[in-house]
């Protein structure tokens, strides 16, 4: 699975245009961008992959939607000025985008796939104050945003929703359904 990941990350931002991209931007810029795509086209496709329904994908569109419209009001109406002198720094986008890939696989999947996620995004929102576009707290709000849509919108997997049991006692039998949702 850990190839899969991998393969995907890299597919990923092969596939979707970057146009953000610059000739002067270092190398630890260069990966901030690839992955601020890498990582919700990953949790998209894994999710797609692991389950082989549409369940966690609409949970995943949802969430990286929702992130990626709250991220953009919030520069529009909070008009913080960054480092560089630049405008509409408050919350990082590219850190928000990235941290709701990483929530959502975390709270779908479990820490076995959010930790790898987690150390990139926290990598991406790094590279962000790396190049001065971002302080710490532009950083801090991105990670917010992008954790609380996930949290808002996504579920734990459940393999199985259905569970069916069967019972005897002595003088009765029973015969149990349970559906979760």
């Not at 945003?145 to 393999?159: M, N, Q």
Request: net charge positive; hydrophobic share 40%.
């Amino acid at each position: 699975m850990k190839q899969v990941s991998v393969t995907i990350i890299i597919f990923s931002s092969l596939v979707f245009p970057i146009g953000n991209i610059k000739a002067q931007e270092s190398d630890v810029e260069k990966a901030g961008e690839i992955l601020r795509i890498g990582l919700p086209a990953s949790a998209l496709t894994l999710s797609l992959i692991l389950e082989g329904e549409k369940e966690g994908a609409l949970q995943a569109v949802t969430t990286f939607g929702t992130t990626f419209l709250t991220a953009h009001l919030l520069k529009l109406v909070i008009d913080k000025e960054r480092p560089n002198g630049e405008r509409y720094a408050f919350p990082s986008g590219h850190t928000s985008i990235a941290f709701s890939g990483a929530a959502f696989m975390q709270k779908r999947y479990g820490w076995k796939y959010g930790i790898p996620f987690c150390i990139l995004a926290g990598y991406v929102g790094w590279s962000r104050v790396y190049a001065d576009r971002h302080d710490y707290w532009d950083i801090l709000g991105g990670v917010a945003v992008g954790i609380g849509s996930a949290c808002l919108f996504t579920k734990p997997y459940e393999k199985n929703k259905i569970d069916v049991m069967f019972k005897k006692s002595e003088n009765s039998y029973m015969f149990e359904v349970e559906y979760r949702f």
